[in-house]
């Protein structure tokens, strides 16, 4: 019984912590979106997550046994908090809303792959086994990534800085899951606090080089501007 109350609780804290990063990806690939498509975004987002929770429950067992698995898949996660703020390229109203709303559905599809994988293995090394507590765990995540993901959209959108937060709360997901790869563990063990240094540095480098590409964007439109302005045009004709 107090074996079982453990997992229980163990299956709560993972599914908060796991299914809340969900939450915060779809948030924010949703965040730009007008009201109707970002509902579509989060809706298409988190069905895919659920169903995406039912195929790897099924598999759960043969996927804790592939090794390296967990660090691909955190690996891919850093490459996905990358995508969510880097710079969108300039366009037009429909043209730009139409893309955007594409880009954000894709990138939630292969967030999806990669956390609905973590929460599953996570959940069944809990679960020992037992599938009532893998279903307990199913459930809980479905109201955690539909309800998480509309407030940190809204959030975002109020309060844009807390993107790099959220960029930050994924890819300290990422690199807890390249260091708990069992695999990865038995060669390098790391500490709590080196995996939020690691996290720190990685999101620093991140900006960084989002920085550097929006300054460059922004060179660049003034650039066009200059050459398109009316002035331009009459100096080149004089």
Do not use: C
């Not at 020992?128 to 809980?140: A, N, P, Q, S």
């Not at 899951?177 to 990865?184: E, G, S």
């Amino acid at each position: 019984m107090l074996e079982s109350l453990q997992a229980i609780l163990s299956i709560i804290i993972i599914d908060l912590v796991l299914s809340g990063d969900n939450a915060v990806v779809i948030g924010m690939a949703a965040r730009s979106l007008s009201a109707e498509n970002r509902r579509r975004a989060i809706i298409l987002g988190g069905a895919g997550a659920i169903g995406l929770r039912i195929l790897f429950t099924a598999l759960a067992t043969i996927l804790l046994g592939i090794p390296y698995l967990q660090a691909i898949g955190g690996v891919l996660l850093i490459y996905i908090a990358f995508k969510l703020i880097r710079p969108q390229s300039g366009g037009h109203g429909e043209i730009r809303e139409a893309g955007t709303l594409r880009e954000a559905i894709q990138t939630i599809i292969l967030a999806d792959v990669v956390m609905s994988l973590d929460n599953i293995l996570a959940v069944a090394g809990a679960a020992h086994g037992d599938i009532r507590l893998l279903m307990f765990g199913l459930l809980l995540s479905i109201p955690i990534i539909l309800f998480g993901s509309e407030l940190v959209a809204r959030l975002l959108g109020r309060f844009p800085a807390f993107l790099y937060i959220g960029a930050f709360v994924l890819i300290h997901a990422a690199v807890a899951m390249v260091f708990q790869d069992p695999t990865v563990h038995q060669r390098i063990a790391v500490v709590t606090w080196q995996e939020f240094a690691i996290s720190i540095v990685l999101t620093a480098m991140i900006i960084g080089v989002v920085r550097l590409i929006e300054s460059g964007q922004d060179g660049d439109r003034t650039e066009r501007r200059m050459r398109t302005s009316p002035g331009s045009t009459s100096e080149g004709l004089g």
